[in-house]
């Protein structure tokens, strides 16, 4: 049996996809290599097809009306030649496996050929029908590998392209060789820029050291990749030199030249704020600012644990605002709140850093003094009062009333010692002292706890009003 040979297709390319026969079109303009391809091809001729083109032009117009498998291509044709014969038609039909026939036989031609687009390459007088069959196939196999592998690509380069997430690739070398948009919006290099420049560019300076240490451990693990949730948080560094809080996945991949290295990065800035704000929420009193409750109460229990452990001087006050209902009853509750918040603003501007005070509730408020013995608390107490009876609080226009008027306080002052069991019991006496304060007239301070002299105290009279 012969495998007919002519310009036009054979078969159609219907009926050869549907008899699952191989659709060959032999690009060659001489007669004699055209009938030794044919000949060559015989013993499958049931199971393939072939077309024949005698020019480029001939080729490109089959291929446009007709499908096809593969081509066997001559570089040597009327309206072409050499290495542009295959360039010219793998633009046409990039999809489209080429298998070259060539009378000359030279190793580096042939490197450049499968450089330009074809599959393979066959020796016109070397190649027999058993070869040319086999290469027919490979080409087909391997074209069908080359566009998946392309699609691939194309789809990873898809996913990699719309990830909000910033993705990026490095080298063994941890030179970045991928970067995707994500990445340039969170870092603010252009891909072009950062492309073949060290990773370290987008770390701070002060982590470099421990981050290259990192990596090598990581390189020599037997783990291949570390995920955001099994890692800490790190900070990249933008190209504005602005420093960012970040989460990052890792993982490495073992290739002919060494390690590769994918990074995911997110971008932690704003759920650190929200959870930031979170815990203000959760811990602050929302009126004064002041530490809530809750909070003030789990600060007061660290520094007693302080304090059992190196016996530092520990002192707690209990104040609130004298005569609060009726400021609030005369003058409304708008008012009320100003007191707060100015007493809030004194305490603040009076005590240090390492002094805790919370809002307990309504008028109530409670100060921690670590590393303070009593005598030093009485003092802080009665600077409190003082400054506080000369605090004005605003009336407001449309509150009732208008200008301003003056607040005192009453201070319960205590010491923490080794042998109360929480916080708790400190306040308590503290709290006695404040109403000892209270029932002692207002606007003074007593201390617990047998404090060495006579208790700080003021006059106290009624709530002044001043225009």
Same mark, same amino acid.
């Given at each position: ?16 996809? #549907?008899?699952? +026969? ?51 291509? !001559?570089?040597?044709?009327?309206? @072409? ?13 990039? @999809? ?10 030279? #190793? ?17 007088? $070397? ?9 027919? $196939?490979?080409?087909?196999? %391997?074209?069908?590998? #080359? ?6 690509? &194309? ?64 390189? *020599?693990?037997?783990? $291949? ?7 800490? &948080?790190?900070?990249?560094? =933008?190209?504005?030199? $602005? ?24 971008? *932690? @800035?704003?759920?650190? %704020? ?9 811990? =602050? ?7 809530? +409750? ?7 229990? *660290? ?10 001087? *520990? ?47 309504? &008028? ?34 449309? !509150? ?17 010692? !080794? ?15 404040? /109403? &000892? ?11 617990? !706890?047998? /404090? ?11 709530? @002044?009003?001043?225009?």
């Amino acid at each position: 049996m012969s495998i007919a040979l002519s310009r036009k297709p054979l078969l159609s390319s219907t009926s050869d996809r #549907e008899d699952g +026969r191989t659709a060959i079109l032999l690009v060659e303009d001489d007669d004699a290599d055209a009938r030794l391809v044919t000949r060559s091809l015989t013993p499958y001729a049931r199971r393939a097809s072939v077309a024949r083109a005698t020019s480029l032009k001939e080729a490109r117009a089959w291929l446009h009306r007709n499908a096809c498998d593969v081509v066997l291509l !001559d570089l040597s044709l009327p309206d @072409s030649f050499g290495l542009e014969t295959v360039t010219r038609l793998h633009a046409d039909a990039p @999809s489209l496996p080429l298998v070259v026939l060539t009378g000359y036989d030279d #190793e580096d031609f042939a490197l450049d050929i499968l450089a330009h687009g074809a599959q393979d390459y066959l020796v016109k007088g $070397q190649t027999d029908g058993p070869l040319m069959w086999r290469a027919v $196939q490979h080409a087909m196999a %391997r074209k069908r590998l #080359e566009e998946e592998l392309r699609l691939s690509e &194309e789809r990873l380069q898809g996913i990699i392209g719309l990830a909000q997430d910033a993705i990026l690739t490095t080298d063994a070398n941890l030179n970045i060789t991928l970067f995707n948009r994500a990445a340039e919006s969170l870092f603010g290099y252009d891909a072009d820029d950062i492309l073949g420049r060290p990773l370290s560019l987008l770390i701070p300076e002060r982590f470099r050291p421990d981050h290259d240490a990192h990596i090598a451990d990581f390189s *020599v693990s037997e783990l $291949q990749a570390r995920v955001m949730t099994n890692r800490r &948080e790190v900070l990249g560094l =933008t190209a504005d030199g $602005q420093e960012f809080p970040a989460e990052v996945s890792i993982a490495k991949l073992h290739h002919a030249h060494g390690l590769l290295f994918t990074a995911v990065i997110r971008d *932690v @800035s704003e759920r650190k %704020r929200v959870e930031s704000e979170l815990r203000r929420m959760a811990t =602050t009193d929302p009126l004064t600012g002041l530490n809530n +409750r809750r909070r003030f109460l789990e600060l007061a229990e *660290v520094e007693m644990a302080r304090l059992r452990r190196y016996g530092r001087a *520990v002192s707690v006050l209990m104040l609130d605002i004298d005569r609060f209902k009726a400021i609030n009853d005369t003058h409304g509750h708008a008012v009320g709140d100003h007191a707060l918040v100015r007493l809030a603003e004194v305490c603040r501007d009076e005590l240090r850093d390492t002094d805790h005070i919370g809002r307990l509730g309504g &008028e109530e408020f409670a100060i921690i003094l670590p590393e303070t013995p009593l005598a030093s608390a009485a003092e802080v107490a009665e600077r409190l009062r003082q400054r506080l009876a000369l605090a004005e609080v605003p009336i407001v226009p449309g !509150d009732r009333g208008h200008g301003s008027l003056r607040m005192t306080v009453s201070i319960g002052v205590a010491m923490c010692g !080794d042998e109360d069991s929480s916080i708790e019991r400190a306040l308590g006496r503290a709290d006695r002292a404040l /109403y &000892e304060a209270k029932a002692a007239g207002r606007n003074r301070i007593v201390v617990s !706890d047998g /404090y060495p002299g006579p208790a700080f105290a003021s006059a106290s009279g009624p709530i @002044s009003m001043a225009s």
